[in-house]
């Protein structure tokens, strides 16, 4: 009997980029295979993770302040070793594990990209088998851009591809390049991703809500007032149910395909103003894209992720980002002030 993965029907991605509608510029298909290379070893790495050894911290401290567990190492390794060798016109690798961009010395001048990325979100779920994923982006650099990433530093408008992968039960990539968003799950009998759904659309509304709300003291009271309307009495707009899982990639990829609204607010600081923790450039604004591409929304509380211009390419903004109806609410509610 045939196996499903024998099926001629199913489309594997190095396939489906080259005949996509409309036509992906040659050298996107080609970032996107190597994103597609490097999940697939960090897929399976995790699968086999706890045997090897491979868990716990790797007693480094990364830029943000955060302890480095040894799969963020190994897992951003994959994504240099992936573009170092020029499969791709990347020329500059950014990721939350650098402080620094790190430039492919090979690739500098005529057209190229910058790849953002976050090589391992929800790295703390690691040691107790929980949800894991892989957020990234691509921008466009110009010619002759050296090593000044003052290009790079537009706002999430500027993307020309965006997505992420997640490392559950199935390893799934899901990405866009403008013209909606599609989904591939990585068939581990031929090695391949194969297409499982395209042109996804998010529901205009959904059932769940997706917040860490032990932090709920250090937020505004805008914050407090959306929680409490979503948690609330089923006719006056609520019934919602709370769901968590400590990965971004996780809690979004909900969103995305039965509706529903994560957030993660700003904490107010000492002098009164709010801090996001969320890296925008590698994190919000990628998945931002991915939400607006399936008819979602994101914001920061204080307008939509995809006009906001970042002044570095580690900063750190609140999200508000799901079914458009949710996102809605949350900005009528002002809950990262005026």
């Known amino acids: 009997m045939a196996t499903a993965s024998a099926d001629p029907s199913h489309i594997a991605l190095d396939r489906y980029l080259r005949a996509a509608t409309p036509k992906i510029e040659p050298g996107l298909v080609a970032t996107l295979e190597q994103?597609?290379?490097?999940?697939?070893?960090?897929?399976?790495?995790?699968?086999?993770?706890?045997?090897?050894?491979?868990?716990?911290?790797?007693?480094?401290?990364?830029?943000?302040?955060?302890?480095v567990e040894k799969l963020d190492a190994w897992s951003n390794n994959?994504?240099?070793?992936?573009?170092?060798?020029?499969?791709?016109?990347v020329s500059?690798?950014?990721?939350?594990?650098?402080?620094?961009p790190r430039y492919l010395k090979a690739q500098h001048g005529g057209n190229s990209y910058a790849l953002l990325f976050d090589p391992l979100?929800?790295?703390?779920?690691?040691d107790v088998n929980g949800a894991l994923g892989t957020i990234f982006a691509v921008?466009?650099?110009?010619?002759?851009?050296?090593e000044d990433i003052a290009d790079v530093l537009g706002p999430g408008s500027e993307q020309i591809a965006a997505g992420y992968a997640l490392y559950g039960p199935a390893t799934m990539l899901v990405w866009t390049t403008g013209g909606g968003v599609n989904a591939f799950v990585l068939d581990p009998e031929i090695g391949e991703f194969v297409l499982w759904r395209e042109k996804i659309r998010m529901p205009g509304r959904g059932k769940t809500y997706a917040v860490n709300q032990a932090?709920?003291?250090?937020?505004?009271?805008?914050?407090?007032?959306?929680?409490?309307?979503?948690?609330?009495?089923?006719?006056?707009?609520?019934?919602?149910?709370?769901?968590y899982c400590g990965a971004f990639v996780g809690d979004f990829h909900r969103c995305l395909l039965k509706g529903g609204i994560f957030l993660y607010p700003g904490e107010v600081t000492a002098d009164g103003k709010s801090k996001g923790k969320l890296r925008l450039m590698y994190e919000v604004a990628p998945m931002s894209m991915i939400a607006e591409q399936a008819g979602g929304a994101a914001s920061t509380g204080r307008g939509r992720v995809l006009d906001f211009v970042p002044a570095s390419i580690h900063e750190r903004v609140p999200v508000y980002i799901g079914s458009a109806e949710e996102v809605a609410l949350a900005d009528q509610l002002k809950p990262e002030g005026g």
Request: no cysteine; hydrophobic share 40%.
């Open 121 to 126: 979100d929800g790295s703390s779920n690691t």
């Open 92 to 100: 500059t690798l950014i990721s939350e594990e650098l402080e620094n």
């Open 35 to 67: 994103v597609g290379l490097a999940v697939k070893r960090i897929a399976n790495q995790l699968a086999v993770a706890a045997l090897r050894g491979a868990l716990g911290s790797s007693g480094a401290i990364n830029v943000q302040g955060e302890e």
């Open 78 to 89: 994959v994504f240099i070793d992936a573009f170092a060798g020029g499969g791709a016109p």
């Open 215 to 243: 932090n709920l003291a250090k937020w505004s009271p805008g914050v407090r007032a959306l929680l409490e309307r979503l948690a609330g009495p089923k006719d006056q707009g609520g019934g919602y149910s709370l769901r």
């Open 139 to 146: 921008r466009r650099r110009k010619p002759g851009h050296g």
